[in-house]
Nanobody, 118 residues
Framework: QVQLVESGGGLVQAGGSLRLSCTAS????????MAWYRQAPGKQRELVAF???????HYQDSLKGRFTISRDNAKNTVSLQMNSLKPEDTAVYYC????????????WGQGTQVTVSS
């Protein structure tokens, strides 16, 4: 079964930290860069960060220095360490391959809610 399962979200005060995890099916994980995306209420889903198979990373400019993406190729998992969280980071966070094209659009998971209180 092809799936993406995100976890680790929650409610945190501004300045706090959270670590998100995503377990992906082998068919998605192997051979693809992996990414975290987020969707805030009333906004379109946006790219947060992605990591190549070899570990090269790219971040949304506004998140550099606060978020760190990593992957474990043995476990088919991708993680997102989020520090110094701000209320504007409140969103549902999703993982998927990068880029999301074609059939990958069918495999979005439920996401994990991150809420940052001021």
């Amino acid at each position: 079964q092809v799936q993406l399962v995100e976890s680790g979200g929650g409610l945190v005060q501004a300045g706090g930290s959270l670590r998100l995890s995503c377990t992906a099916s082998r068919s998605i994980f192997r051979g693809n860069a992996m990414a975290w995306y987020r969707q805030a209420p009333g906004k379109q889903r946006e790219l947060v960060a992605f990591i190549s198979i070899g570990g090269n990373t790219h971040y949304q400019d506004s998140l550099k220095g606060r978020f760190t993406i990593s992957r474990d190729n043995a476990k088919n998992t991708v993680s997102l360490q989020m520090n110094s969280l701000k209320p504007e980071d409140t969103a549902v966070y999703y993982c998927n391959a990068y880029p999301v094209v074609g059939i990958l659009n069918n495999y979005w998971g439920q996401g994990t809610q991150v809420t940052v209180s001021s």
